[in-house]
């Protein structure tokens, strides 16, 4: 195995049944240097090779350097991630984010040492986002944001 090591990472993202109720508590706990905004976000991914399509409420907040995410899934159409993570019962961490401009050494690291493959992709506008089957290993995504 190639010495590799990544210097940081830059999102947490995490699931919720009630971004309403989550927001209210971590604002009540973290100091949050601007207003927490909640917006609604439509995505299109491609998850195990097949398209779906989920609307989602959403945070993208800064909190001590790093980008907290926190989703609420609203209604989807096709099995993703986040469909799957709450059918199977679950909330909290989901993923960790690590922002890159070059995302293939990184693909192709982690598949040629770990056998970790691309389980969800999609893009953003201009962000493009690809997130590692690392589940069953680590108890969460990894996602590569690339821009």
Sequence with gaps: MSEFKLAKYDQIGIVVRDIEKAVKLLSSILDFKVNVNIVEQISKVVYQGKEASFKMRKIMQKFDGKQLEIVEVLESTGNHLYSEFLKEGKLGLHHL???????????EHFQSNFGVEVIQRGEAGKVKFFYLNTQDVLGFYIELIVF
Excluded at 97 to 107: A, R, W
């Design 97 to 107: 984010g690590i922002y890159t401009k070059n995302v293939k050494p990184l693909l």
